[in-house]
T-cell receptor
């Protein structure tokens, strides 16, 4: 059973701080990694994808990937109250390439 | 593009009734997924289709669940008979754009309540 593990939180940060969200995965041959944001009562929204080791930046978001350690992270700089949501890490199946396995998510609260 | 479209948004039904959930994927996407989300188990993949063909249905809980994709623009998930433990949010997602073939986009979901 391929697994994706996240700290369930809640993670609470003050407005303007950096929020750091972490994820580990068990499938060593996974090639695609995603972060989804899910507001309460809404559907998951894709915010970042990363495929290579290292950092990928998009606005206030930075995704970091370390395949050797089977570790993915998401940094949110200058956190805003509107960033308060559950963040889901998703990893694709290394063999099928179509199947995504999701972590259970980390609840982030940004306090004004 | 309108994104992935699901219907209905909410469904309340009595135990034993048949429930049909519908999904229209993003045009041009060749993969379609049905997920179920609960507080206890998170997002679980039920079934996925590639080019309208079911590839992996190992997540379908039992024979009461069935899914079809008769063409590239429509899929259904049917539960017959429904049970209270089927209450959850059911999401449809699609992927397969040329630019980013593995990026999946979700519909708004159907919140199913079985009483």
């Amino acid at each position: 059973q391929k697994e994706v593990e996240q700290n369930s939180g809640p993670l609470s940060v003050p407005e303007g701080a950096i929020a750091s969200l972490n994820c580990t995965y068990s499938d060593r041959v996974s090639q695609s990694f995603f972060w989804y944001r899910q507001y309460s009562g809404k559907s998951p929204e894709l915010i970042m994808s990363i495929y290579s080791n290292g950092d990928k930046e998009d606005g206030r978001f930075t995704a970091q990937l370390n395949k050797a350690s089977q570790y993915v992270s998401l940094l949110i700089r200058d956190s805003q109250p509107s960033d308060s949501a559950t963040y889901l890490c998703a990893v694709n199946d290394g063999k099928s390439n179509y199947k995504l396995t999701f972590g259970k998510g980390t609840l982030l609260t940004v306090n004004p | 593009d309108a994104g992935v479209i699901q219907s209905p948004r909410h469904e309340v039904t009595e135990m034993g009734q048949e429930v049909t959930l519908r999904c229209k994927p993003i045009s041009g996407h060749n993969s379609l997924f049905w997920y179920r989300q609960t507080m206890m188990r998170g997002l679980e993949l039920l079934i996925y289709f590639n080019n309208n063909v079911p590839i992996d249905d190992s997540g379908m809980p039992e024979d009461r669940f069935s899914a079809k994709m008769p063409n590239a623009s429509f899929s259904t998930l049917k539960i017959q008979p429904s049970e209270p433990r089927d209450s959850a949010v059911y999401f449809c997602a699609s992927s397969g754009s040329d630019r980013a073939p593995t990026e999946a986009f979700f519909g708004q979901g159907t919140r199913l309540t079985v009483v």
